[in-house]
Structures are given as structure tokens and as C-alpha cells.
């Protein structure tokens, strides 16, 4: 739907492979937000031009109208011009200003960060790109101690500061979102990218964070289950200890390697 010079041939599988997926969801009475989403993005499939006025289109909305009484969504789905000028709104005359003076903060201010920056912080994250749009993130997060050392209690690498950590988020993406085999690594994918746009929007909004690595086993991750309320369904990605910086802080440096270490120009083998 996005190529300006799409072939009205193209789609048509996808088309009817959702509106498949959506009369099921329909006739199981378990239509939620994302099946609205998808239904309004089927109806301006069929009214792109090319497809419009077809036999195919009209068969297509005649399913969604009648037979699942489609209600017009949020009008935020398909596609929207989107210039150049827009692009460049968000271009940083000097990025290395925000990106350099992003550290890892393991002491902040005895306060808690008020729930609506937390909901600000995740409503920039997840603008993040995911595998086909599927955004299958969950940030779980406490201002509540009890909460915080219960989980922390079984995070190997907050000693000497979880105890005055003022907030805690735990990380995770939803595996139902996955097909198992070809994406069977995908959600450590798609969790990696949350993760760092959530560290990226509360620095944005003046909150430091510090990552705190999940890689754990079995036996510890089930007790993190019985002890705090998670999802089965939800894996684990990391957890993220944030709060306001002090006025004046330590943080640790560590020099970074000269970028040729990190490129190499892609070629041909011969």
C-alpha cells in the first residue's frame, strides 16, 4: 500500500488472508483493538485505486459491513503522504549532544518518576519498528519498593544499589506474536529495539536508567512468575532501573573502540 507506484495486482492474497483471520476472530467473539485495526486497514486496501470498484473489492467490504458489522477505526492505519520537511522535524543539529551524554545512572534522586512521564517515555518507545508492524511489547514498571526488591532479589547485577532504586520496568515481548521456527530468535529481536527506545525516550524526558541484564534460568525466571504478576505468554527481555539524576553524579566510562572496528563496506565475493 505504501509504494507509489504499486501494482493493483499485489495484495490481494494478503487481503483475504486477513479478512479470514478476522471473521474468525469475529465468530469466536474475541475481536479486540488490533482486529479493528486491521479491518480499517482492509477497507482502504480496497479503496486504493486499482482495486477499487473491482469485483474482489466490493466482495471484501461487503464481508466486513455486513456480515461483521465493521465500525470505522481510529483512521490510522494504510498509508499517509509523509514529505520531506516532516521527515527532517526530528533531525538533531547536534546528535552527538544527546547520544554522548546518555550514561548508565546506578544512584538518583530519592523520588519516584510520576507515572505519566512513564506513560510519555512508552508512548515514544513504541514508535520503535517492528517485524510487520506487530508491536508485541509489554513494559511492566513499579514505583512500589516491596515490588521492586522482590523482583531485583532474583537480578544478578544490581548489588550495592537495588536497594534505592526509585523505579523499576521489566521488558518483554509477547511470544504469541511469533511464528515458531523461522522466528524462533525474533523476539529477542523486537525486544532489543523496545528496549533501547525506551532508554532513548526517558533520557528525552530527563530520567536516567540503568540496564539490568535478564539472562537467567529456568528455575529463577519461574520465580520471578510466582513472585510478581507477568503473563505467561510474556518473555523476559531485560529489566530497566530509572529515576531522576542527582545534581552531581559518578558514572562509570569506558572507552569506546575506533568505529573501523565496527564497519566494513560490503562486496561482491568473487
Same mark, same amino acid.
Given at each position: 500500500?505504501?509504494?507509489?507506484?504499486?501494482?493493483?495486482?499485489?495484495?490481494?492474497?494478503?487481503?483475504?488472508?486477513?479478512?479470514?483471520?478476522?471473521?474468525?476472530?469475529?465468530?469466536?467473539?474475541?475481536?479486540?483493538?488490533?482486529?479493528?485495526?486491521?479491518?480499517?486497514?482492509?477497507?482502504?486496501?480496497?479503496?486504493?485505486?486499482?482495486?477499487?470498484?473491482?469485483?474482489?473489492?466490493?466482495?471484501?467490504?461487503?464481508?466486513?459491513?455486513?456480515?461483521?458489522?465493521?465500525?470505522? !477505526?481510529?483512521?490510522?492505519?494504510?498509508?499517509?503522504?509523509?514529505?520531506?520537511?516532516?521527515?527532517?522535524?526530528?533531525?538533531?543539529?547536534?546528535?552527538?549532544?544527546?547520544?554522548?551524554?546518555?550514561?548508565?545512572?546506578?544512584?538518583?534522586?530519592?523520588?519516584?518518576?510520576?507515572?505519566?512521564?512513564?506513560?510519555?517515555?512508552?508512548?515514544?518507545?513504541?514508535?520503535?519498528?517492528?517485524?510487520?508492524?506487530? /508491536?508485541?511489547?509489554?513494559?511492566?514498571?513499579?514505583?512500589?519498593?516491596?515490588?521492586?526488591?522482590?523482583?531485583?532479589?532474583? /537480578?544478578?547485577?544490581?548489588?550495592?544499589? !537495588?536497594?534505592?532504586?526509585?523505579?523499576?520496568?521489566?521488558?518483554?515481548?509477547?511470544?504469541?506474536?511469533?511464528?515458531?521456527?523461522?522466528?524462533?530468535? /525474533?523476539?529477542?529481536?523486537?525486544?532489543?529495539?523496545?528496549?533501547?527506545?525506551?532508554?532513548?525516550?526517558?533520557?528525552?524526558?530527563?530520567?536516567?536508567?540503568?540496564?539490568?541484564?535478564?539472562? /537467567?534460568?529456568?528455575?529463577?525466571?519461574?520465580?520471578?512468575?510466582?513472585?510478581?504478576?507477568?503473563?505467561?505468554?510474556?518473555?523476559?527481555?531485560?529489566?530497566?532501573?530509572?529515576?531522576?539524576?542527582?545534581?552531581?553524579?559518578?558514572?562509570?566510562?569506558?572507552?569506546?573502540?575506533?568505529?573501523?572496528?565496527?564497519?566494513?563496506?560490503?562486496?561482491?565475493?568473487?
Amino acid at each position: 500500500m505504501s509504494y507509489k507506484d504499486r501494482d493493483p495486482r499485489r495484495g490481494w492474497g494478503s487481503a483475504l488472508a486477513l479478512l479470514s483471520v478476522l471473521k474468525n476472530k469475529n465468530l469466536e467473539g474475541s475481536s479486540g483493538f488490533d482486529d479493528l485495526v486491521g479491518a480499517e486497514a482492509l477497507i482502504k486496501f480496497t479503496e486504493l485505486p486499482g482495486n477499487k470498484g473491482t469485483a474482489k473489492a466490493q466482495s471484501i467490504r461487503n464481508e466486513l459491513v455486513t456480515k461483521l458489522l465493521y465500525k470505522k !477505526g481510529p483512521e490510522s492505519e494504510g498509508v499517509m503522504p509523509f514529505d520531506q520537511e516532516s521527515f527532517y522535524r526530528g533531525k538533531l543539529d547536534r546528535p552527538e549532544d544527546f547520544f554522548f551524554s546518555r550514561f548508565s545512572l546506578r544512584e538518583f534522586q530519592p523520588k519516584s518518576v510520576e507515572v505519566g512521564i512513564v506513560r510519555r517515555a512508552i508512548s515514544l518507545a513504541i514508535k520503535a519498528p517492528s517485524v510487520c508492524n506487530r /508491536q508485541p511489547w509489554h513494559i511492566y514498571h513499579t514505583d512500589e519498593r516491596v515490588v521492586i526488591d522482590a523482583a531485583l532479589k532474583l /537480578q544478578s547485577g544490581n548489588s550495592g544499589f !537495588g536497594h534505592i532504586v526509585p523505579n523499576l520496568a521489566i521488558i518483554t515481548t509477547d511470544l504469541k506474536a511469533f511464528m515458531p521456527g523461522n522466528e524462533h530468535y /525474533q523476539h529477542w529481536i523486537e525486544g532489543g529495539i523496545i528496549s533501547m527506545s525506551l532508554i532513548h525516550a526517558f533520557h528525552s524526558l530527563g530520567v536516567a536508567s540503568c540496564c539490568l541484564n535478564w539472562s /537467567q534460568s529456568p528455575h529463577n525466571d519461574v520465580k520471578l512468575r510466582k513472585s510478581i504478576s507477568i503473563k505467561g505468554e510474556h518473555t523476559v527481555i531485560m529489566m530497566l532501573a530509572f529515576g531522576f539524576p542527582d545534581r552531581y553524579n559518578t558514572v562509570c566510562m569506558s572507552a569506546r573502540k575506533p568505529v573501523t572496528k565496527f564497519e566494513t563496506k560490503i562486496e561482491i565475493r568473487v
